[in-house]
Antibody
Framework: QVQLQESGPGLVKPSQTLSLTCTVS??????????WSWIRQPAGKGLEWIGR???????NYNPSLKSRVTISVDTSKNQFSLKLSSVTAADTAVYYC????????????WGQGTLVTVSS | QSALTQPASVSGSPGQSITISCTGT?????????VSWYQQHPGKAPKLMIY???KRPSGVSNRFSGSKSGNTASLTISGLQAEDEADYYC??????????FGGGTKLTVL
């Protein structure tokens, strides 16, 4: 069973770019027809899908975040990454990475999540 | 792209059955049999419980079942147990390669 682990700064200043990495272990990120997603959850609130990347590198983003989001993959490091630009306090959340095996619209396994706070 | 509508909370006693609804529109839940459900305990990552409306991943108890009628999907938990107390989220394909989540339902086992 694949395992995912998010990493990155826990504190980001307003207007800067949030950058997170998800490291995949227990399997190759480039094997199989899998999708790799980022999902976030503000404290006490629901889940919000941010976007996904396919093994080939093709991406899809949540329309509400599309102008600020970039998801990329580094197969040599078995990692995929999230960049969210021009952050505000509203971007403060726990960020999860997840993998889709059963269909790209299904999030089969999740990382443990990492809290990112946007504050000066 | 609006969030799917779920009741804020539901409750039940051990051994009972409960149902959590997830209401969307004809553009998401109503158009695709691509609804999934996730269980989230406090401080933990969500766990996939149901996908494609009614399919259970390997390892998920058969006490969990899913269904859909029109624009509303439902998650039923039978034989309620203390460990089922958690937040539950539905998720649906919404067309154009996007998905949308519900606002979440807190299940309390009395």
């Amino acid at each position: 069973q694949v395992q995912l682990q998010e990493s990155g700064p826990g504190l980001v200043k307003p207007s800067q770019t949030l950058s997170l990495t998800c490291t995949v272990s227990g399997g190759s990120i480039s094997s199989g027809s899998y999708y790799w997603s980022w999902i976030r959850q503000p404290a006490g609130k629901g889940l919000e899908w941010i976007g996904r990347i396919y093994t080939s590198g093709s991406t899809n983003y949540n329309p509400s975040l599309k102008s600020r989001v970039t998801i990329s993959v580094d197969t040599s490091k078995n990692q995929f990454s999230l960049k969210l630009s021009s952050v505000t306090a509203a971007d403060t959340a726990v960020y999860y990475c997840a993998v889709s095996y059963s269909g790209w619209y299904v999030f089969d396994y999740w990382g443990q999540g990492t809290l990112v706070t946007v504050s000066s | 792209q609006s969030a799917l509508t779920q009741p804020a909370s539901v409750s039940g006693s051990p051994g009972q059955s409960i149902t959590i609804s997830c209401t969307g529109t004809s553009s998401d839940v109503g158009s695709y049999n691509l609804v999934s459900w996730y269980q989230q305990h406090p401080g933990k990552a969500p766990k996939l419980m149901i996908y494609e409306v009614s399919k259970r991943p390997s390892g998920v108890s058969n006490r969990f079942s899913g269904s859909k009628s029109g624009n509303t999907a439902s998650l039923t938990i039978s034989g309620l147990q203390a460990e089922d107390e958690a937040d539950y989220y539905c998720c649906s394909y919404a067309g154009s390669s996007h998905v949308v989540f519900g606002g979440g339902t807190k299940l309390t086992v009395l």
